[in-house]
Structures are given as C-alpha cells and as structure tokens.
C-alpha cells in the first residue's frame, strides 16, 4: 500500500486524499478512481469516509416503508 500512495504518477494526477475519520479519529488515505469525467455530480473534493456498519440503516428502511415503530421492534429482536 505504501508504495501506492508513494507512486509518482499517482502523485502527479492527485489520485489521492487524506480525510479525518470519526470512527477511527485518525487521518485515512484513500485513492480515487483514474477517469474523471466533465459534468459528473461526484467531486473527490465532497469525498468522505464510508459509513460506518449500520449508520443508514434507519434512513434505508425508512425509505423502504418501514415505520420506527416497526424499526424499533427489529432492533430489540436483534433482528437489525
């Protein structure tokens, strides 16, 4: 990994990016993808970490109809 992160030409195109992680509370390197395209909506400059195991997991089930009452239900079953 370290030779990754070192590589010149990785370095010369900005391939990568450090963001401070809150699950880690540390800074993390990462790499973005080679190809940029014009007119894309996703700016490596709004790049954040991944979500952490289960932090949308209400937004999505909300999305899908569930109700927090039905949400809540899950969680005390272990189910989520």
Same mark, same amino acid.
């Given at each position: 990994?370290?030779? &990754?992160?070192?590589?010149?030409?990785?370095? #010369? *195109?900005n391939? $990568?990016?450090?963001?401070? +992680?809150?699950?880690?509370?540390?800074? &993390?390197?990462y790499?973005?993808?080679?190809? #940029? *395209?014009?007119? $894309?909506?996703?700016?490596? +400059?709004?790049?954040?970490?991944?979500?952490?195991?289960?932090?949308?997991?209400?937004?999505? *089930?909300?999305?899908?109809?569930?109700?927090?009452?039905?949400?809540?239900?899950?969680?005390?079953?272990?189910?989520?």
């Amino acid at each position: 990994m370290e030779s &990754l992160f070192a590589d010149p030409d990785v370095q #010369s *195109l900005n391939l $990568t990016k450090k963001i401070h +992680s809150k699950n880690y509370d540390q800074d &993390l390197e990462y790499v973005r993808h080679p190809i #940029s *395209l014009s007119g $894309t909506e996703h700016k490596f +400059s709004e790049f954040t970490e991944p979500p952490s195991l289960g932090q949308h997991t209400n937004e999505v *089930l909300e999305s899908l109809g569930y109700s927090q009452d039905k949400i809540s239900q899950l969680k005390m079953k272990d189910v989520i």
